[in-house]
């Protein structure tokens, strides 16, 4: 299975300022993805960080606020860009791995825990 | 749309105690249902999968049964272990082939008192 990287694994950030969230990845990948959970809620999907072209966003997220990069099969970042408060969030990523079997082939970093002050 | 409910947390149980986490869904179509654990200071893992109606996973003690007439798909262990410590999420993918664009629940933090 993929072992995942993720780094920072936690900030405390000043409004207004950007971070950048690493990830890497063990092994190529086809898919990466961004998850955000907020205090309280739910894993929500960002992006999905396609190599070599620009992430597909989901309903709600928009490339301003939080600009993905992919530059090969093994590392991603998402920065999240000119942040408030509402931003505090773990942020996740995820990585899909084809080499194991059918629905088991989602593995996800330890997370980069995210304060805004 | 899709979603999942599950049960509120935090619980708390005792060593060898039994476990039950209470989650339901509502999905289009013929979803496939997961619950992912993760461990304090580690990325989420996927602790068992059903695929179809009436399937039930089972990995590590744990068993969760894909019932589609009560759109449930709750997470039992007969004896809890101080280690089963974690938080538990329930989810769903749309689509029984894979499980990329996966929707979850909130979370359930369970603490095993030794």
């Known amino acids: 299975s993929a072992v995942i990287s993720q780094k920072p694994s936690r900030d405390i950030c000043q409004r207004g300022t950007s971070l950048t969230i690493q990830c890497q990845v063990d092994s190529q990948v086809t898919m990466m993805f961004w998850y955000r959970q907020q205090p309280g809620q739910s894993l929500t999907l960002i992006a999905t960080?396609?190599?070599?072209?620009?992430?597909?966003?989901e309903s709600g997220f928009v490339i301003d606020k939080f600009p993905i990069s992919r530059p090969n099969l093994t590392f991603s970042t998402l920065t999240v860009s000119n942040m408030s408060p509402e931003d505090s969030s773990i942020y996740l990523c995820s990585v899909e791995d084809r080499r194991v079997g059918p629905n088991e082939k989602l593995f996800f970093g330890s997370g980069t825990q995210l304060s805004v002050l | 749309g899709n979603s999942v409910t599950q049960m509120e947390g935090p619980v708390t149980l005792s060593e060898e105690a039994f476990l039950t986490i209470n989650c339901t869904y509502t999905a289009t179509g013929y979803p496939s249902l997961f619950w992912y654990v993760q461990y304090p200071g580690e990325g989420l893992q996927l602790l068992l999968k059903a695929t179809k109606a009436d399937d039930k996973g089972s990995n590590k003690g744990f068993e969760a049964t894909y019932r589609k007439e009560t759109t449930s798909f709750h997470l039992e262990k007969g004896s809890v272990q101080v280690s089963d410590s974690a938080v538990y999420f329930c989810?769903?993918?749309?689509?029984?082939?894979?499980?990329?664009?996966?929707?979850f629940g909130k979370g359930t933090k369970l603490t095993v008192n030794p």
């Open positions: 960080a396609n190599q070599g072209s620009e992430a597909t966003y």
């Open positions: 989810a769903l993918s749309p689509s029984q082939g894979g499980s990329e664009k996966l929707v």
